[in-house]
């Protein structure tokens, strides 16, 4: 071989390989992350820790029960404000998507994606906390919602546009209008992949807690008042973490890993939902 | 009968209609829309639910910019780089605010393209397949852990980290430069940018290797037939032909990274200083949100704090429809990157 080609050999041999070790440097944080939540986490969570609430500085013990009863309240009622139009959005996207508008709304969709969670967070205090005088755990659940509605309108279009076009044609074929095609046939055989993208949608704004931080505001004391100030379990942990208690800081990371479980269990959950479909086809 | 007629004559003028302008979509070739009343309310209703996007998004940029008026009126353009923030003079500038936006998401890009890029090219190139899959998703759940909880870690370890084992080293390398001087405290822009660079990889990793994988096999096998090696055929095959869909993914990574909250109000520092030396604390405009916004007592500091947030908003969004825009023209419509996971 010339001595030209083993010199492009070697590049070779050595991009890939500084390629595979760029690649293990990305995937790094990850488990120290969840190394660390597991290691400085766990020794901070018992029994209590799910069903009391804090106990005044100074003692140790106590739990977040009050932030896990907000977070699902708040989460809760994001999705039955949120859910409705974005999947509403995404079946229309996917059975009316072409020509101008469609495409405007994708675009739309796509790029409030990537929007600060925090401006929304602004939104919802000038409509519903300014208005008001004070803070609700509404307010927090319509900026949730609003961070909701882009993500479920994409997967869900994705998923009705994976229903084969024959399905379509055999009903109308039978002669259902178009309006029951869609709901009972085309809808109803992507089912499970709505479900799937609401469920990745709940994992994300269930870790939100930029667009809470004005709205929900936080609540020491257990409340279940959609009208009133609410916890919820990040801006638990954000008040725990930047305080100056050492007990505090262990319930920040106790706190955090029972969030991380959640999120993480919704998300493989719908992971795993969408595999067993496509395995079925 | 008459109902017969009817029909066809509805049926030949839409479908003429429809192919006159050219937007013959593949059902109202099956069935006129308007034959069905319910027809009609579904589609109506339908419309009526996905008009609602656009229209928050113009509700949003609206309601900034008419709350942020007084800010806008009394400081006009100075606003964006004066460094004064001084709630009792009722003096407000953003240049601060909007320097550390800027420079903590540079940082963060700069160590997180190289990783990402490594990540997108190994798994679509080099990997055996058994591998693919599962390194895909371990890096995918980085956009899973929530701000707050990369916030936690930052505090409770990164920063520990930085000042123990990584900044001295780093200091006497390169301490002479304006970008290492000064005294470490912990919070500061090293690590907001690092923190922000764990976020955004996995992002730009998903996107960018959606748009790998849509180059056609036949790139790659001309590079090979050539006598390219795998990474010439790579490097002068591959990437070029995806060059605008990567260049979409990076500023999608971007748009991420300017308006992370809560890990960067952690560990950044949150103090209004511009300096070049990354170990000093910086300030961003979405952390500058998140810690006054609800302390903001007079008409003229909300202003202010309304204003910073319509040109976060004006930016991420501009950044992310350009993005959108590159991405799409290679991956064609498909939703790459808007999944959260």
């Not at chain 1, 479980?261 to 969408?274: D, H, I, N, P, Y």
């Amino acid at each position: 071989m010339s001595p030209r080609a083993v010199r492009r050999r070697l590049v070779s041999g050595v991009m890939t390989g500084l390629v595979a070790v760029l690649c293990a440097t990305a995937v790094l944080p990850l488990l120290l992350i969840f190394a660390d939540l597991i290691h400085k986490g766990a020794t901070a969570i018992d029994w209590n820790f799910f069903v009391r609430t804090p106990v005044p500085i100074g003692q140790t013990g106590g739990g977040v029960a009050h932030a896990i009863v907000g977070s699902a309240i708040i989460v809760g009622t994001a999705c039955l404000i949120g859910l409705p139009i974005g999947i509403g959005t995404g079946i229309f996207l996917a059975e009316y998507g072409t020509g101008r508008f469609p495409w405007i709304v994708r675009f739309v969709a796509d790029v409030l994606n990537g929007t600060p969670s925090i401006v929304i967070g602004i939104l919802a205090w000038t409509w519903l906390v300014r208005p008001v005088g004070h803070f609700s755990a509404l307010a927090g659940s319509v900026a949730l919602a609003l961070l909701m509605v882009p993500m479920v309108a994409r997967t869900t279009e994705e998923m009705v546009r994976l229903v084969p076009h024959s399905l379509r044609e055999a009903a109308l074929a039978l002669g259902y209008p178009r309006w029951r095609t869609s709901l009972q046939v085309v809808v109803r055989t992507a089912v499970a992949g709505i479900v799937t993208g609401a469920l990745v949608a709940v994992a994300r704004i269930a870790g939100e807690t930029a667009p809470l931080l004005f709205t929900a505001l936080g609540n020491l004391h257990l409340s279940t008042s959609l009208g009133q100030p609410m916890q919820a379990l990040p801006l638990q942990i954000y008040l725990y973490a930047t305080g100056p208690f050492e007990e505090w800081h262990r319930l920040a990371w106790a706190s955090a890993l029972v969030l991380m479980a959640l999120v993480l269990l919704l998300a493989t959950a719908a992971r795993w939902a969408t595999r067993r479909r496509y395995a079925a086809r | 009968m008459l109902r017969g007629v009817l029909f066809r004559v509805r049926y030949t003028a839409v479908t003429a209609r429809a192919k006159s302008t050219g937007r013959l979509s593949r059902v109202s070739v099956l069935l006129p829309s308007f034959h069905n009343r319910g027809d009609r309310a579904y589609r109506v209703t339908l419309t009526g639910l996905a008009s609602l996007l656009p229209l928050l998004l113009v509700v949003v940029a609206a309601e900034l910019a008419v709350r942020a008026w007084p800010s806008m009126q009394r400081f006009g353009f100075s606003f964006l780089w004066t460094g004064r923030w001084d709630p009792v003079a009722e003096v407000y500038g953003a240049g601060p605010l909007i320097f550390g936006t800027l420079m903590s998401s540079l940082v963060a890009l700069l160590l997180a393209v190289p990783l990402a890029l490594g990540v997108a090219i190994f798994l679509t190139e080099f990997a055996p397949k058994w591998m693919r899959q599962p390194v895909a998703f371990l890096v995918e759940l980085l956009a899973a852990v929530p701000s707050v909880v990369y916030g936690v870690w930052g505090v409770f370890v990164l920063i520990p980290f930085l000042r123990a084992h990584a900044v001295p080293p780093l200091k006497a390398a390169l301490g002479w430069t304006p970008f290492f001087s000064g005294v470490f405290y912990g919070n500061s822009m090293l690590a907001g940018g690092i923190i922000l660079a764990i976020m955004i990889v996995p992002y730009i990793a998903a996107v960018s290797r959606e748009v790998l994988r849509a180059v056609p096999g036949s790139q790659r096998e001309a590079a090979l037939g050539l006598g390219a090696t795998r990474w010439e055929a790579v490097w002068s095959a591959v990437l070029p032909y995806g060059r605008a869909g990567v260049i979409g993914a990076v500023m999608l990574g971007l748009g991420r990274a300017l308006g992370e909250t809560m890990a960067v109000t952690m560990v950044i520092g949150n103090r209004h200083d511009i300096s070049a030396s990354l170990l000093q604390p910086g300030y961003t405009m979405a952390a500058a949100l998140a810690n006054e916004f609800s302390e903001a007592t007079t008409g003229m500091y909300l202003a202010a704090l309304f204003e910073v947030g319509f040109v976060l908003f004006v930016i991420t969004v501009s950044v992310n429809a350009l993005a959108r825009l590159l991405v799409w023209r290679v991956a064609r419509g498909g939703a790459a990157g808007s999944r959260a996971l």
